[in-house]
């Protein structure tokens, strides 16, 4: 299942249809025309624009014809971050989260999906921006779980980590700079985990904005873990903490 499309007409055929878009590839130099009106509309939306080498869109291109512009779509729909929260809230359920600042890897945030479906979190969080999409390929890596799990993506997760705290919500980040262990920490009630991106971790600002950081225990020469790895083991804890009864 592709999910680009490519040539003016088909891209600005999609930016009005009010389907979720995740960028938008320009080549450099094209901003006549059509292009100049699909790049405004672009930035009506919020979608990024980024130029690239003409050769880049040549390379990727499935069709001879893609005219200087290609539109990555998402192979999901997005959900409202406040559509989900007013949802939760009905139900009188405690919002359980992850937060994913700047996962490129398809494959690591699909994988962090599949785990949120197996420890009932509620939904997963992503920057518009320096982030993955819900590409083809984060749709397989998920097993089926991208049907059940709500994505939410937003334009600054800094500002919507204030959100989510203003309506009691308790923040986490896994780093390996947290004062205590993963197993330590309170995770019980409102939750929201943050994973940082591949190498990197966190961004400073997400960083300073968690209520507290945890690291996990490690033994070997290695001195961190995959993202998704990282993620999945904070999911299990607070699923322990939350749902699992000592006999």
């Keep these: 299942m592709s999910n680009i499309i490519e040539g003016r007409n088909p891209v600005i055929e999609v930016l009005k249809s009010g389907r979720a878009v995740d960028k938008l590839l320009v080549a450099k130099g094209q901003k006549e025309g059509s292009i100049h009106k699909i790049i405004a509309m672009a930035k009506d939306l919020k979608i990024p624009v980024l130029e690239v080498d003409r050769r880049k869109l040549d390379q990727m291109a499935e069709s001879d014809n893609h005219q200087g512009v290609m539109a990555y779509v998402a ?99 896994a780093d390996m700079s947290g004062d205590q262990y993963h197993f330590e920490a309170d995770l019980k009630g409102k939750l929201a985990i943050v994973v940082g991106s591949e190498g990197k971790g966190m961004s400073r600002l997400v960083k300073e904005n968690c209520d507290f950081l945890v690291r996990i225990p ?30």
């Design 218 to 247: 490690m033994k070997g020469e290695v001195t961190s873990l995959n993202a998704s790895v990282a993620a999945s083991v904070l999911m299990y804890e607070a699923l322990r903490q939350n749902h699992v009864k000592k006999p």
């Design 75 to 173: 192979a999901y729909e997005y959900t409202e971050l406040d559509d989900l929260l007013n949802e939760l809230e009905a139900k009188g359920e405690d919002p359980f989260l992850i937060i994913c600042d700047e996962i490129n890897d398809p494959h690591n945030l699909g994988s962090i999906i599949r785990t949120a479906n197996a420890t009932g979190a509620h939904g997963v969080i992503i920057p518009k921006r320096r982030s993955v999409g819900l590409t083809a390929v984060v749709a397989k890596t998920s097993a089926g779980a991208l049907e059940y799990v709500p994505v939410c993506k937003v334009t600054n997760i800094s500002h919507t980590m204030q959100e989510l705290k203003d309506r009691g919500i308790w923040i986490v980040g």
